[in-house]
């Protein structure tokens, strides 16, 4: 997996940076980073904090967490059921 060359605080920053009405063109050429990057950030973490954009990245894990307990969980209940459904 790839490194991230910047942090979550950065990335918010330079969002920021346009929302205030510094030009797309300077801040990106400024970052390093291309157009279709900057419109990548923005349209994930537009009007959002930094402690909000970390909490969501929080509760995504948990998520997934949670996802996968139930799958485990459904397939022993499937595994208990089919055993004892058979007539020994």
Known sequence: MRKKRFSVEQMIGILKQAEVGVPVAVVIRKAGISE???YRWK?????LEVDQVRQMAQLQEENLRLKQLVAELTLDKAMLQDVLSKKW
């Open 36 to 38: 279709q990057t900057f």
């Open 43 to 47: 349209a994930k973490y537009a009007g």
